[in-house]
Structure formats: C-alpha cells, structure tokens
C-alpha cells in the first residue's frame, strides 16, 4: 500500500489530520510525574497506545534520538519497531530534513526507507532535484518537500523577493514542475496566507504542517487555508502541546476536534 492509501484510509477511520510528534527529551519526561522512572521507550509507547484513534499520523523528528546518540538510535528504533508491529495502519513519518548531493542522498533515502521503514520523510529542496531523485526512486513512500517553516524568522530569507514575488513561492513553483506523484510540501501553520498560496499550487498534494500549540499557530485560518477540495490531503503537527500534558488523549482529542470543525470547504 502506498502513502496516499494508508494515509487516506486513517484519515477516514479516524476522522482525523492530526499528525503527532513524538519528540521526547529525557529531563522533561523525568520531571513528569506520571511519567516518572519510565524509559524514554515506554513514554513514547504511551503517548501512541494513547493517541491511536485521534490520528493520521505519527512524526517522529530524528533530532531528538541523535541527540542521545546510539541510545537514542535504539530507542526510535524500538519505538518505530513499536508502531509497525501495534498499529500498521498508522504512517510514520521520520522527521530528517534531508540535503545534499545524489550520492549521498541516495544513503539517506536507503536508511530512512529502508532500514528505518518510515513511510514518509521531510526533505530540503535547494541543492535541486538531482539531490532527491533517491527519495522519490521510493515509489510507495512520501518525500515531503520543505517550502516555508514554521519558525518566528523564517520569513527574513523565505520571503525575500525574487522577480517579483517571494523567494518560498518561486521554490514551489519550480518543485511543481518536477510533477511527482509521492512528492509532499511542508509548510508552517503559523502562516496561513503562504500555506494558502502553496495549496492553490499544489491542489491534490499531501501536505505536512505544524506550529499549532506551543508555536501558536491559529487553527481556524491554517486549517482552511491547507485542507483540499475534500476537506483533507493535510497533516497538522503537535508535539509538545500534547506529548507533554498531563493528559495526552485529552489534549489530542480536543485539537483534532478543533481541527475538524474548520474542514468543511
């Protein structure tokens, strides 16, 4: 089955486009009482054996294993081993952001489909399209392509005016003429107006995005500006705002409500 299948299949079952990141960092999970004395392993599994029916997908960002170095390699892997063996209707999406030439993106594509087994990945755009061709070889899986992110200063180079109009759309554009059918688009939900103008871009693309929570992302203007005709084809990030509460299932549930309320088109 291929990404757009299994993603449409949950989005439906669990009616649902929130997309949960599961980005742990062990000295809040210590300071989290109900959390406490568990291994990072066991706190991820908690959040999914929590979150799994309010979901579309699962994000993990890689940075947050690296950081605890082979540990913490052992430990996505357990917990993507975890999701595919409990819950292999859920896409995985590893959150790399990947860059560089052919030869060695052709590495990162083989570890992260193939030894990870991620369904997805993110991926950064400027060294052209020769230096993602190895993703997209992945015909089954989704290689989302960053055009704008979710940070306060992403605008000071993603906006900067090239001919006429900023730099992020003239990215996306060229990106649309390489007219993959397993290409994705990542953009911010803290800016709606560009999220906007990507969807018209791109109208029957999956898209990946984030900023709601702990990035204050309004969920109104993003969620209408990023759903498809359907009312779908878009994955809204949380991770902090969720992962860290005191009631994960609470705080997933009440966002995907949120989120859903705005879906009509």
């Given at each position: 089955?291929?990404?757009?299948?299994?993603?449409?299949?949950?989005?439906?079952?669990?009616n649902s486009l929130l997309c949960v990141g599961l980005d742990p960092k062990l000295e809040?999970?210590?300071?989290?009482?109900?959390?406490?004395?568990?291994?990072?392993?066991?706190?991820?599994?908690?959040?999914?054996?929590?979150?799994?029916?309010?979901?579309?997908?699962?994000?993990?960002?890689?940075?947050?294993?690296?950081?605890?170095?082979?540990?913490?390699?052992?430990?996505?892997?357990?917990?993507?081993?975890?999701?595919?063996?409990?819950?292999?209707?859920?896409?995985?999406?590893?959150?790399?952001?990947?860059?560089?030439?052919?030869?060695?993106?052709?590495?990162?594509?083989?570890?992260?489909?193939?030894?990870?087994?991620?369904?997805?990945?993110?991926?950064?755009?400027?060294?052209?399209?020769?230096?993602?061709?190895?993703?997209?070889?992945?015909?089954?899986?989704?290689?989302?392509?960053?055009?704008?992110?979710?940070?306060?200063?992403?605008?000071?180079?993603?906006?900067?005016?090239?001919?006429?109009?900023?730099?992020?759309?003239?990215?996306?554009?060229?990106?649309?003429?390489?007219?993959?059918?397993?290409?994705?688009?990542?953009?911010?939900?803290?800016?709606?107006?560009?999220?906007?103008?990507?969807?018209?871009?791109?109208?029957?693309?999956?898209?990946?995005?984030?900023?709601?929570?702990?990035?204050?992302?309004?969920?109104?203007?993003?969620?209408?500006?990023?759903?498809?005709?359907?009312?779908?084809?878009?994955?809204?990030?949380?991770?902090?705002?969720?992962?860290?509460?005191?009631?994960?299932?609470?705080?997933?549930?009440?966002?995907?409500?949120?989120?859903?309320?705005?879906?009509?088109?």
């Open positions: 089955m291929d990404f757009q299948d299994k993603f449409q299949n949950i989005v439906a079952k669990n809040r999970i210590k300071k989290q009482t109900v959390y406490k004395g568990e291994s990072l392993v066991k706190f991820n599994m908690s959040i999914v054996n929590q979150t799994a029916d309010l979901v579309c997908a699962y994000k993990p960002n890689i940075a947050f294993y690296e950081a605890l170095g082979i540990e913490g390699l052992k430990y996505l892997k357990q917990t993507v081993d975890y999701l595919k063996r409990n819950y292999p209707n859920i896409p995985i999406v590893l959150d790399a952001k990947r860059a560089d030439i052919a030869n060695t993106a052709k590495m990162y594509a083989t570890a992260i489909f193939d030894i990870w087994g991620a369904d997805a990945t993110t991926v950064y755009p400027h060294l052209g399209f020769d230096s993602l061709e190895p993703f997209f070889a992945y015909k089954q899986k989704l290689t989302i392509v960053i055009i704008k992110t979710s940070n306060p200063d992403a605008s000071t180079f993603q906006n900067l005016k090239v001919g006429g109009e900023p730099y992020y759309m003239k990215v996306a554009k060229e990106i649309k003429k390489w007219d993959k059918p397993n290409l994705g688009v990542f953009v911010g939900a803290t800016y709606p107006q560009d999220l906007k103008n990507v969807r018209k871009l791109f109208p029957h693309n999956i898209i990946l995005s984030a900023g709601f929570g702990a990035q204050g992302g309004k969920i109104k203007e993003a969620v209408k500006a990023g759903v498809d005709k359907t009312g779908g084809g878009i994955m809204f990030n949380a991770s902090r705002s969720i992962i860290f509460s005191q009631n994960p299932k609470k705080e997933a549930q009440k966002l995907r409500d949120e989120i859903n309320k705005y879906r009509a088109v």
